[in-house]
């Protein structure tokens, strides 16, 4: 349990709240690693204003985070459910990998050829 929170929580602070603005915004970003620049910089930079905006109200509890996690989440699953079409699913091949592996060593040999 204690691992899953730990994971959460770096989700939370690196991925999460970019992810969401990202999503949100309408930006259109050419290429994987412009894209997760844009949100691990807005990630963190929503989670200092965040804390410093509640720190300053004095509304800076363990409740208060766990609300905005859960918002965010909302936020996150109706973005998949809305671009899906309702048709969230997940595929787990844990012998991917493997198989790759197979294709590769299979056929002709890679020191005679």
Not at 21 to 46: D, N, Q
């Amino acid at each position: 349990m204690l691992f899953m929170l730990g994971v959460l929580a770096y989700l939370q602070v690196v991925f999460i709240p970019g992810f969401v603005v990202l999503a949100y915004s309408g930006l259109k970003l050419e290429g994987k690693i412009r894209k997760m620049v844009y949100i691990f910089t807005f990630s963190l930079l929503i989670n200092y204003l965040l804390v410093f905006l509640l720190t300053a109200l004095g509304a800076y509890t363990p409740g208060t985070v766990y609300v905005i996690v859960a918002v965010e989440v909302f936020l996150l699953a109706y973005y998949y459910w809305k671009n899906a079409r309702g048709k969230m699913s997940f595929r787990l091949d844990l012998f991917a990998p493997f198989r790759g592996f197979k294709e590769l060593t299979e056929g002709r040999s890679v020191l005679f050829n």
